[in-house]
């Protein structure tokens, strides 16, 4: 089964590490605008593109897991290479298939600590954000500030500083 199944596996990885760069692209532009402080518009838009992919992704992930079934493997690393372990005992050639996994492996990490790095800044800002709405709206047990030597201080205070 595996002599039908490797040619399509091969052009599955590559089209895998083609949507994973467009996700990387995606991921980095964000990075870029959440650094620049662009409008939500603009974050919101990214976040639909990377949304589109995902769900692309995750059909790449699919079918790459109903591949490796058919040799009663599972989608994993260790699957994988025992997949390409056995298409090597059937005389497959192998080396586009296991370069593009191994840039496909790479790439994936990358995503993913483009993707949490980008999540905590998100999260910064929100409570960025948070923070000063609590202030305007005097919610806010505390607000620090600084003093003329430069160390910081927290007054309580009680008062909205702007209403709607």
């Given at each position: 089964?595996?002599?039908?199944?490797?040619?399509?596996?091969?052009?599955?990885?590559?089209?895998?590490?083609?949507?994973n760069q467009e996700l990387l692209s995606i991921l980095e532009r964000e990075a870029e605008k959440l650094n620049s402080r662009q409008d939500a518009a603009t974050i919101a838009q990214l976040a639909e593109q990377k949304k589109r992919i995902s769900q692309q992704i995750e059909q790449f992930s699919l079918q790459l897991t109903q591949i490796l079934a058919t040799e009663d493997l599972e989608l994993a690393s260790?699957?994988?290479?025992?997949?390409?372990?056995?298409?090597?005992?059937?005389?497959?050639?192998?080396?586009?298939?296991?370069?593009?996994?191994?840039?496909?492996?790479?790439?994936?990490?990358?995503?993913?600590?483009?993707?949490?790095?980008?999540?905590?800044?998100?999260?910064?800002?929100?409570?960025?954000?948070q923070r000063i709405q609590q202030i305007f709206r005097g919610n806010s047990p505390f607000a620090t500030t600084y003093t003329a030597k430069g160390s910081t201080t927290a007054t309580h205070i009680s008062r909205a500083i702007a209403s709607a």
């Open positions: 089964m595996i002599k039908k199944t490797y040619p399509i596996t091969e052009k599955l990885l590559i089209q895998g590490y083609k949507l260790s699957g994988v290479q025992e997949y390409f372990a056995r298409a090597r005992s059937a005389n497959l050639p192998l080396k586009q298939g296991l370069e593009t996994w191994q840039k496909l492996t790479q790439l994936i990490k990358q995503c993913q600590q483009m993707n949490e790095q980008n999540g905590a800044s998100i999260s910064l800002l929100m409570r960025h954000n």
